[in-house]
């Protein structure tokens, strides 16, 4: 029992760390106001786009295009947009 508790906290934690570094992704790329990275347990990250009312910039889409970019390097993540679940089903 204390084992499954200590693994449920480490993995929590984990997925903390790996918010803590999408944010730091999308600060670093300037695009805090164009998306939002959302760590989902320790591999897998939507994003949500956060203006939906208005097409992005030049600058805002090259913004969003570096903050993908950080995220497709790194191999051992998986990215979707939110709503595309079912596609890893």
Request: hydrophobic share 40%; with cysteine.
């Amino acid at each position: 029992m204390i084992a499954l508790a200590l693994l449920a906290a480490g993995a929590a934690g984990d997925q903390g760390q790996l918010q803590r570094q999408l944010d730091h992704m999308v600060a670093t790329c300037r695009a805090d106001q164009v998306v939002r990275l959302v760590a989902h347990g320790t591999d897998r990250v939507s994003f949500d786009m956060l203006r939906r009312e208005a097409l992005p910039s030049v600058s805002e889409t090259n913004a969003l295009q570096c903050a993908l970019d950080k995220v497709r390097s790194r191999k051992d993540l998986q990215i979707g947009s939110t709503g595309n679940e079912a596609r890893n089903k």
